[in-house]
């Protein structure tokens, strides 16, 4: 099997994590990555014994490079996606997609214009609570699902986190899109097309950003379910589960992460089980998303999250901030 050649863009923390992933993938060769900080490039070059640049247009000029990886901030990544599918290059980017539906429309038509692969790095459908619960709420053993409760919540940005651009909506996104990408995709993925959202919220503690650092987004499925998503950089205590409650019963998981926390099943009957985390055998998901992008260019097939996945995330995300801020209800599509 002849190896994929993979550029980096971006060098710091998730594209380390990547580019680490992509290296530990058989049939993957990390060929180059590139930072405008030439350390973080030289530093991660030298650890996967790859080449390095400050100027990611020369890492896409390079023949032996099928495919790019895109850690940036979230505000360049439709302008280096678009110029790596114009370069031949088939495209990871990471989430959020982009912080707008123009930036996210270029992205998709520039891969459909060019013929490369294009997926948006939505990880959590790889991991262990995320996957199982969709698993167990597609099976049917317990109806269909009448409603969806995610919570996300902790602190201000704080550590490596507090970087300028994060504080920034129109860089980063904001909170819904720079981190509760992932909680919007798992309740799309989960329940399906929404239809309509209705957000509240506002800002509260973290007083230097231009976005809610709290919101509440009520969202209305397109089957009738309804969902509820609380993200918040306003909690000292912090957590992050949630709940489906479905025809037959309900689906608990109130600790996604950690092995000792179990998803408990429950019906109206009173039977139910509990599944300990850490005995979910999955891959690991950083490799497994990079993995499944490379066998859709090797198979030339459509990778399991595609663009229209990341554009959806980024859609619902504009309309629960539209909402905070008309007190109005907002209909999809925008």
Known sequence: ??????GVIGCGGMGRSLANGANAVEGIEVI?????????AKTLAENLEA???TDYHELLGNDDIQAVLIASPPFLHAQMAVDAANAGKHVFSEKPMAPTLDD??????AASKNNVKLTIGLV???HATHSKVREIVHSGELGSPANMMVHRIGGPWGGGHRTPWRLERAKSGGSLMEINAHEIDFMRWTCGEVTSVYGAGGQYVQEDTDYPDVVLASLNFENGAVGLLHSS????????GGRVDCEKGSIYFPQIWGGDATIQIKTFEGEGRSIRIGDINVPQPVQQEIRVFVDA?????????????????????????QSVESGQPVSLPL
């Open 32 to 40: 180059c990555v590139s930072d405008v900080q030439e350390e973080l």
């Open 1 to 6: 099997m002849e190896n994929i050649g993979i």
């Open 233 to 240: 950089h306003a909690s000292a205590v912090g957590g992050y």
């Open 51 to 53: 080449d390095y640049t």
């Open 297 to 321: 260019i090797r198979n030339d097939t459509t990778p399991p999250i595609t663009g229209a996945d990341g554009r959806a995330a980024v859609e619902i995300a504009l309309a629960a901030y």
């Open 124 to 126: 959590c459908r790889y």
């Open 104 to 109: 996210c429309d270029a992205m998709l038509n």
